[in-house]
């Protein structure tokens, strides 16, 4: 298992509802995968440097996930896919 860090950037409009539904998703993918969360830090929400989607701002979280490298492909695909999502980046710690 690899250690990485996930960082997600969530649409601002989204009630705290739909944000933990979509954070409940991307965790529900990593552990499928046979990975584990072993981190989650709510940045908050924060003014981005260039609009993404027309929105000045988004919601970031870090999540610092253990998993095989073999799910890192379908994992983004799945992000890319997830609507809430504007921008995420996986990052090999």
């Known amino acids: ?41 709510k940045w908050g929400k924060r ?4 609009a993404i989607q027309k929105q000045n701002e988004g919601i970031y979280y870090l999540l610092e996930v253990s998993m095989p490298p073999a799910i890192i492909a379908e994992l983004e695909k799945n992000l890319t896919i997830l609507e809430p999502v ?3 980046m996986i990052v090999a710690k």
């Open 86 to 88: 504007m921008r995420h």
């Open 47 to 50: 003014h981005l440097a260039y």
């Open 1 to 41: 298992m690899n250690h990485y860090e996930l960082v997600v950037i969530i649409h601002p409009d989204l009630d705290d509802e739909a944000i933990e539904q979509a954070l409940a998703r991307i965790t529900g993918w990593i552990t499928d995968g046979g990975g584990s969360i072993d981190k989650t830090d």
